[in-house]
């Protein structure tokens, strides 16, 4: 069973058009960070959100942590070629304990966007 | 240099031989992780060192062994490895928040392991 679902897996458009991806969960998490990994590199850090609630946007980006903070979405307007890549989200887990920096990884949604 | 470097980048080994990667991290943090990230699966985290101390180890197999000499640098010895051993393992730091929850980790490139 896998702690973080993303959907779509896979999601192939056309420049300008708009997207959304998801990150659910039946966990609580205490923090959910997203990233985007491009092809033979390591995934870079988009956005960390912590509040349930949250909105947070990074220029054509928008992101959001559900109120109950299980579950997340990134939604990309007009997106561009430069886009393409894996999408990454990782929860936190609220309570640490022994789990000392301990990200549970969803397997990631893999967006192309043709010119 | 900034952030966190990974060497080599790219690496093919028969299964007798015995190599290591390296990990060094720019950022001044305290903890620093070792994850393989295989085709169709999830990252898969493998060890956490907070200073400099091993504090997790994923059920890992021994012919993985990782070394931390000091917060900026982790090593992972690599021996007898097996062709499904074959991934991509990339190496990340944070700095470890005393209130709990949420450290940020920042990425290497990565070292594309190739088991023949």
């Known amino acids: 069973t896998q702690l973080l679902e993303q959907s779509p897996q896979f999601l192939s458009i056309q420049e300008g058009e708009n997207l959304t991806v998801y990150c659910n969960s039946s966990?609580?998490?205490?923090?959910l960070q997203w990233y985007r990994q491009e092809p033979g590199e390591g995934p870079v850090l988009l956005v960390t959100?912590?509040?349930?609630?949250e909105v947070k946007k990074l220029k054509r980006l928008t992101f959001q942590f559900g109120d109950a903070r299980k579950d997340s979405s990134l939604h990309i307007t007009a997106a561009q070629p430069g886009d393409t890549g894996l999408y990454l989200c990782a929860g936190a887990w609220a309570d640490r304990g022994s789990t000392l920096g301990r990200l549970y990884f969803g397997r990631g949604t893999q967006l192309t966007v043709w010119p | 240099e900034t952030g966190v470097t990974q060497t080599p980048r790219h690496l093919v080994m028969g299964m007798t031989n015995k190599k290591s990667l390296k990990c060094e991290q720019h950022l001044g943090h305290n903890a620093m992780y070792w994850y393989k990230q295989s085709a169709k699966k999830p990252l898969e985290l493998m060890f956490v060192y907070s200073l400099e101390e091993r504090v997790e180890n994923n059920s890992v197999p021994s012919r993985f062994s990782p070394e931390c000499p000091n917060s900026s640098h982790l090593f992972l010895h690599l021996h007898t490895l097996q062709p499904e051993d074959s991934a991509l393992y990339l190496c990340?730091?944070?700095?470890?928040?005393?209130?709990?929850?949420?450290?940020?980790?920042?990425f290497g490139p990565g070292t594309r392991l190739t088991v023949l």
């Open positions: 959100v912590v509040t349930g609630g």
């Open positions: 990340a730091s944070s700095q470890e928040l005393e209130a709990g929850g949420g450290d940020t980790q920042y």
């Open positions: 966990s609580v998490f205490s923090s």
